[in-house]
């Protein structure tokens, strides 16, 4: 298994950023993923999920301003992300969601990539 993200980087408050996770080594469609990240000092914490079926979640605080997506013919999940807030600030991972609810349990996730919000 293997998951590989991309896209972060060095963005201003009210910016947007388009994160990527290619997967390889399982069966991409049917599994369902998340982003979580991990800020400096603070423990993971899961962001957005997206079902088998192209359903959506997302943490309250992330509503209305973050989207992910999922194209399976490409094996790769996404993380749009608008209106970023220095909070935002922190690794994203990418993950395989294997949990009874969203953010319980990721049975394999990425090296994660960086966002940092500032000015």
Do not use: H
């Not at 896209?7 to 998340?34: E, N, Q, Y």
């Not at 982003?35 to 000092?41: E, H, I, K, N």
């Not at 194209?71 to 949990?99: F, H, P, R, W």
């Amino acid at each position: 298994v293997q998951l590989v993200e991309s896209g972060g980087g060095l963005v201003r408050p009210g910016g947007s950023l388009r994160l990527s996770c290619l997967a390889s080594g399982f069966t991409f469609s049917t599994s369902a993923m998340s982003w979580a990240r991990q800020a400096p000092g603070k423990e993971l914490e899961w962001v957005s999920g997206i079902s088998v079926g192209g359903s959506t979640y997302y943490a309250d605080s992330m509503k209305g301003r973050f989207t992910i997506s999922r194209d399976n013919a490409k094996n790769t999940v996404y993380l749009q992300m608008n209106s970023l807030k220095a909070e935002d600030t922190a690794v994203y991972y990418c993950a395989i969601d294997i949990g009874s609810t969203w953010g319980e349990s990721f049975g394999s996730w990425g090296r994660g990539t960086q966002v940092t919000v500032s000015s």
